[in-house]
Structures are given as structure tokens and as C-alpha cells.
């Protein structure tokens, strides 16, 4: 029985399967990002804004990346990247000009098993990073699995037109409201339909009616 390279086996199964979209929780993680250029200070501050904990190794960094360690927001290491910063991390990203360097880090962390991200280089990532609109807790996320990055953007901006402002203040009504019902013995079936009338088009609309003066009322 001929021998199987669990490594080639590995990438080949890589290169043809799709991306599983998932929405993660790194609140308290240990991450590290590797180089802190203009590539890499998007999914820097990414990172920080979920809650991660970030240690950064670069010789260099942009002004947002060294306040953001002025600020305790992250950890910089004003080097050049070592195996050992691997250590105890869930999650990697890297951003370098070096292709030996990001092709080490990515090696790396198969090995350890750490996801890992080499940025603008789907080959040497087992994720990538999507575009996201955001309204307050709605995320949308769109990928092209790294064919274009101009095509997320044009769907970005037309999610962004789609889905305006109000949906932030909406979300977070729906959120309360929802566990109102469930503090209330109502049947499920009546739970159920109470729900869908709230997240409705019609229940936006009713929502935006109703609030919409008073906010417009503060504002000004």
C-alpha cells in the first residue's frame, strides 16, 4: 500500500474545500500579529475592537499601531519575529514584507495547530478576513474567498445603503424585547409569532416611527 503525505493530503484537501463562516469570540485570546505596516494595522485594530489580547512583533509601526501601545490597547515588540512568539496564542496574523518571514509564521502554526493568516495570501491562511458592515450588534460579512476584493467592497457599499443607521438602535430594541417574551409564560407558538412580527419590515417601520423624533429631537 503506497504511502500517504498527510502534509500534501493536507493542502490539497485546502485548495478545494470552502470557507466555513463563522462569527468568533476572542474576548480574553491571546493573539498575535505579525508586522504592523499599513496591511496590518486594519486587522490589528480588528482584534482589539473584539476584545482580544493582542501582542504585536514588528521592527516598525504606523502612528495608530504604536498609540494603540501607548494605550495599552496592545503589546508591541519592536523586533523581528521570533518562533517563540507563538506560544500560547489561539490566533495569528501576519502582514510582513518578507515572504520567507510570512511563509515561517504560517509553517509555524501548523505545526502548533494556531489558525493563522498570512493577509493577501489565501494559500498561506486558514481564514481570511471578510468585508463587514456593521450596524451596532449587525454584522454582515462578504468574501470572495480572495478572487476580488473590489467586488466586496461594491456589495459593502450597497449593504451599507440597504441596511441604514436605524438598524443599530433596532437590533438592540429587538434584543430587549425578546427577553421580555421569554420573562412572559406565553406558549411558544404565540412567542414564535410575536417575534417574527417584531423583526419584520413593518416592525422597522414601526420602530423607526415611534423613536426616530425623540433621537431626532436629542440630536438637535
Not at 514588528?58 to 523586533?79: G, L
Not at 511563509?103 to 509555524?108: S, W
Not at 481570511?128 to 456593521?134: I, R
Amino acid at each position: 500500500m503506497a504511502k500517504v503525505n498527510h502534509g500534501e493530503l493536507s493542502s490539497a484537501v485546502r485548495e478545494r474545500s470552502g470557507l466555513f463562516p463563522i462569527f468568533l469570540k476572542l474576548a480574553g485570546r491571546r493573539c498575535v500579529a505579525v508586522g504592523a505596516g499599513k496591511l496590518a494595522e486594519p486587522k490589528i485594530e480588528s482584534l482589539v475592537a473584539a476584545g482580544a489580547q493582542v501582542f504585536v512583533v514588528a521592527p516598525k509601526a504606523t502612528s495608530d499601531v504604536q498609540r494603540w501601545a501607548r494605550e495599552k490597547k496592545i503589546t508591541w515588540d519592536e523586533r523581528a519575529f521570533e518562533l517563540t512568539d507563538l506560544d500560547d496564542v489561539c490566533l495569528a496574523v501576519c502582514a510582513t514584507s518578507s515572504a520567507v518571514t510570512n511563509q515561517i509564521v504560517f509553517e509555524e502554526s501548523q505545526k502548533r495547530g494556531v489558525l493563522c493568516s498570512v493577509v493577501d495570501q489565501p494559500a498561506l491562511s486558514d481564514f481570511l478576513f471578510p468585508a463587514v458592515m456593521q450596524r451596532g450588534a449587525l454584522q454582515i460579512a462578504v468574501s470572495t474567498a480572495g478572487h476580488s476584493a473590489d467586488l466586496e467592497r461594491r456589495l459593502l457599499e450597497e449593504l451599507e445603503k440597504q441596511y441604514g443607521p436605524e438598524y443599530a438602535g433596532w437590533l438592540e430594541w429587538l434584543g430587549k424585547a425578546r427577553a421580555a417574551l421569554f420573562a412572559d409564560p406565553l406558549s411558544p407558538r404565540r412567542r414564535r409569532t410575536l417575534l417574527r412580527k417584531l423583526a419584520s419590515q413593518r416592525g422597522l417601520e414601526d420602530f423607526v416611527r415611534r423613536y426616530r423624533p425623540l433621537g431626532a429631537e436629542k440630536n438637535g
